[in-house]
């Protein structure tokens, strides 16, 4: 009988501009696998809520909205928006949205020849059991300089206090909050640029998957 082929999940998560974005779609394109960003399904129900009218506090709504959320979804501009990031962390902290995106998640990571999937829960909650887990940090005003050069219009110190509310949401809520799994390598990224992230993390995967350099 053939041998499975366990596909190769690799999960990326830490707070808001830590450079896990960037670092997903290159580790997934050097290693030819998949890259799901997972914000992007709080985002998406987040603009479909608020394209019906209705806010956090609507749950009803509110999980409708997630269990609505398709891939095709995901490549909205719109999902930028400094206002949808809020309210995505605002549904975010509902169980029932969370429990709604779960399906689509796993089915990317189970999915051969596998997935880099970034995110606060990837690597606790939804894929417990993948091969290689990163968690991204960086100082909080690294971060806050780093998403103000994304949006050069806004005010950096409002970017900054947006950011600092996302953070402490993400963390003190009690389904799936933000934090490192007990077997994630944490990479500091203050004092990185995107290419030595890359080189660093590459040669974590290589060492736990497996992998020839
Ligand atoms: O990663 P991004 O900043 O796009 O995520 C937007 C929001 O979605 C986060 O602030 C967080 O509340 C939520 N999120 C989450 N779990 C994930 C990914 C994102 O709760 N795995």
Same mark, same amino acid.
Not at 8 to 28: E, H, M, N, W, Y
Not at 161 to 178: C, G, K, S
Not at 186 to 209: G, H, P
């Given at each position: ?15 808001? &501009?830590?450079?896990?974005?960037? @670092? ?16 992007? @399904? ?7 809520? *608020? ?32 206002? =949808? ?6 549904? &975010?902290? =509902?169980?029932?949205? *969370? ?6 998640? !796993? ?12 995110? !606060?829960?990837?690597?606790? /909650? ?47 809520? &009690? ?10 390598? /944490? =990479? ?16 974590? /995967? ?8």
């Amino acid at each position: 009988m053939a041998e499975r082929v366990r596909p190769l999940v690799i999960t990326i998560d830490g707070p808001a &501009a830590s450079g896990k974005g960037t @670092l997903a779609r290159r580790l997934a394109w050097h290693l030819g696998l998949r890259h799901l960003d997972s914000g992007l @399904l709080y985002r998406a129900t987040a603009l479909r809520l *608020r394209c019906a009218g209705e806010g956090a506090t609507n749950v009803t709504a509110a999980v409708a909205a997630a269990a609505a959320v398709t891939e095709a979804d995901l490549t909205d501009a719109a999902l930028r928006q400094p206002a =949808i990031s809020g309210l995505a962390s605002e549904v &975010a902290a =509902i169980p029932a949205v *969370r429990t709604a995106v779960l399906a689509l998640q !796993r089915a990317v990571a189970s999915t051969p020849p596998g997935a880099v999937i970034d995110g !606060r829960d990837i690597g606790t /909650v939804v894929c417990p059991d993948a091969t290689v887990k990163l968690f991204l940090d960086a100082r909080p005003d690294v971060r806050a300089a780093r998403r103000a050069a994304d949006h050069p219009d806004s005010d950096p110190a409002t970017v900054a206090a947006e950011l600092a509310e996302r953070d402490r949401r993400d963390t003190v809520r &009690a389904v799936a909050p933000l934090a490192v799994a007990p077997d994630a390598t /944490v =990479i500091d990224t203050s004092a990185l640029d995107a290419e030595a992230v890359f080189a660093v993390a590459l040669a974590v /995967v290589r060492r736990k998957a497996g992998l020839e350099p």
